[in-house]
């Protein structure tokens, strides 16, 4: 089954109380690097959406004028400390993202996934919890009111979703089901609070419940569900009821986490999915393993497959291999450089080829019109027209793919020969096709060799050029694994 994921690098500034503070953004960036790499090993198919900013109807439902107005436009909240608009605005993107699975739900999509979402403790006049908005009961609402839906609510974060609760819990036609654990904040979810009437449920667990409870209290949910009849399932994800978790004391495991997923799965099998993360408070191992291992399940992969996949090690990895250099894989038009060639330091530039520079255009060579004088060019891209008379041409056409070991070879000889004519005071282009990936390859080998390391010459050239330039992670890993060039 293909995931459509919902992302955005803003997803990863989320950091409302700063560096020590509970609810880190990186945790979704984590996920995201993983995700991509079993996408190029073809474990999964996946759709990469960049998700919107909410309409201020959207906010309406489920929240009042005044806190609106209080977060969007003073930038402040409980959550923070002072005017924060940058948090606020990216609290909204991640509400807006929900909103617009709500959308896709409508357009066709299977399972929908935006980890930002589920913040299942906002209120409609305050935020809780490191909830802001309110986006699960919000698209609930959204599918009841406008499109005629029964949405069902499975939250298994570890926390009660309190706020999810409180929004919805006057409807008869959308449906609320809790696993938490008992005691904990926000001191709510008792049993003899649930109102089946109303399809309100809770199920708390009692400290030290592992997966079999879990797993036990969703086959709860099946059965109360099936009486429901949902045409939408939307599940709130929340890792924070793993065992390494440090704000809670259960003791779920990632494959417990899967199985719960595809217990549901399994009773809906023909239903739409919306899926968000929630909470989760390991952010560089276990969080990004529980959600990948819960998405899994939800696209049709087995046990033994994930299990085989090693999930938290792919994440360790990713962190250890300074993650913040993974660009997205995919690339909105504002994403895109908006010059043919940038000049990254004094005389060394690197870029791309126009339309009509290239030889299917069959243009005559003197017609050359693009970019500055160049003394010295590697051109990277096969089909480009060659560089007119008087100036230095090296061509290695490569595909952006994963690097053989004679395009290493090669790609070190351009290298070295653009950092002899750049040291020599000679104006220097490196390009390719769109100057994103081989061009970003290609120039960062040459900054290495004016010692600079990997991170900084990949910094520089996102600075410069584009933020996605080398959004291809195997141009990433192997700049990362070299030591830098004198």
Not at 66 to 92: H, M, N, R, T
Request: charged residues 25%.
């Amino acid at each position: 089954m293909k995931i459509d994921y919902i992302d955005t690098n803003s997803y990863y500034d989320w950091q409302p109380g700063g560096e020590n503070h509970p609810t880190q953004g990186r945790r979704y960036k984590h996920a995201t690097r993983v995700l991509q790499q079993l996408e190029n090993e073809g474990v999964v198919e996946v759709n990469y959406v960049t998700p919107r900013g909410p309409f201020l109807e959207e906010l309406e439902l489920v929240h009042s004028d005044e806190y609106i107005q209080q977060v969007l436009s003073d930038g402040e909240c409980d959550e923070w400390s002072g005017s924060k608009p940058d948090q606020s605005a990216i609290a909204a993107m991640f509400f807006g993202g929900t909103m617009l699975a709500v959308e896709m739900v409508q357009g066709g999509a299977q399972l929908v996934v935006n980890l930002p979402g589920a913040k299942h403790h906002a209120m409609r006049t305050h935020s809780s919890g490191f909830c802001v908005f309110a986006d699960f009961a919000a698209a609930g609402i959204r599918f009841a009111d406008t499109y005629g839906k029964r949405v069902a609510i499975l939250d298994i974060d570890v926390h009660h979703g309190d706020g999810t609760e409180s929004l919805l819990k006057d409807r008869t036609d959308l449906f609320s089901f809790s696993i938490h654990e008992k005691g904990i904040f926000p001191g709510t979810g008792k049993v003899d609070e649930s109102n089946k009437t109303n399809w309100i449920f809770n199920r708390p667990l009692k400290s030290g419940s592992g997966d079999l409870e879990l797993q036990n209290a969703v086959q709860d949910f099946v059965e109360a569900a099936l009486e429901f009849k949902p045409d939408v399932i939307m599940i709130a994800g929340g890792a924070d009821g793993h065992y390494s978790d440090p704000l809670a004391n259960l003791e779920y495991t990632e494959i417990g986490f899967a199985r719960a997923a595809r217990l549901v799965k399994e009773a809906f099998p023909d239903l739409t999915f919306i899926f968000s993360g929630a909470g989760g408070y390991t952010p560089d191992d276990f969080t990004p393993a529980m959600w990948l291992s819960a998405i899994l399940a939800l696209a049709g992969k087995s046990d033994e497959e994930i299990i085989n996949l090693e999930i938290v090690e792919r994440v360790r990895t990713v962190v250890s291999k300074r993650g913040d250099l993974y660009a997205p894989q995919w690339v909105s038009a504002d994403q895109e450089p908006k010059e043919l060639h940038t000049e990254i330091l004094p005389g060394l530039f690197m870029g791309g080829t126009a339309d009509d520079d290239t030889i299917e255009y069959a243009k005559p060579l003197s017609t050359f019109e693009h970019g500055i004088p160049f003394d010295a060019v590697v051109t990277l891209y096969s089909w480009a027209q060659p560089m007119p008379w008087g100036i230095e041409e090296l061509r290695y056409g490569f595909a952006d793919a994963k690097m053989s070991h004679i395009d290493e070879v090669r790609l070190h000889r351009l290298a070295e020969w653009a950092y002899a004519r750049w040291q020599e005071g000679k104006k220097v282009l490196i390009r390719c096709q769109a100057g994103m990936n081989r061009s970003g390859l290609v120039s960062a080998l040459v900054l290495m060799r004016a010692d600079y390391s990997a991170e900084d010459a990949i910094k520089l050239l996102r600075d410069k050029r584009s933020e996605v330039v080398l959004f291809n992670d195997a141009y990433v890993d192997y700049l990362i694994g070299l030591e830098p060039k004198n």
